[in-house]
């Protein structure tokens, strides 16, 4: 790896955990691999960049009225980023590893509109929510049955924020009810190489109406 990436990314890294222990008390920027890759699909828990949540949420607006998830949460980085943000709505993570979904829990019990859920994304009903967030928590083949389920289920508009969406993000391509608002490759921003390769996001609106 180019040096001068690798030594941008280790000061990346260190930002975030300052403004993690400012935030959660503790750092959440350690991978963890899942246990549940063969079983379920799963991804192990990685956080996310504050700099990049910056640039893929940027315009985002909340009211008390909206509810935000965050697929796949992990030790909880997006949910710390949203509270650092003031949103004032229902803000939840959902993790099926229970030894991260612990840490998770632990943090976020000081904020009162934070809801951590140890369990299976599949398992809950989404028309409980405006927002969804990823940060690829699945592989490919549980991605498709993920978009699936929410097809099937929701009655209103949502908007989804898809991070490193290369792998999979092609599915909602033209598809029925999905309208695409950004996509972009993150690297070199603000200064700083915040991923060691380059990774794309994208931002959807799904609309139930506009699936048929």
Known sequence: MNP????SNKISCAIDNKKDRKICGMELGVFVPTPYAESHGATGSQAAPYIGLDKILKGLYLTREDSFIDIGCGKGRVISYMVSRGFPCKLTGI????DVAEVAL???SRYPNVEIIEGDAFGLDYNDYTVLFMYRPMETFTFKMFI???ESTLTHEIKLYYYVDEQSGYYLNDRPGWTLLRRQKMHFVKGLFIHKEPQRYSVWTYSPGNAN
Do not use: F
Not at 95 to 98: A, F, G, R, S, T
């Open 4 to 7: 001068i990436i690798e030594l």
């Open 95 to 98: 993790e099926i590893n229970p």
């Open 106 to 108: 632990k943090w976020t």
């Open 148 to 150: 699936e389920l929410l």
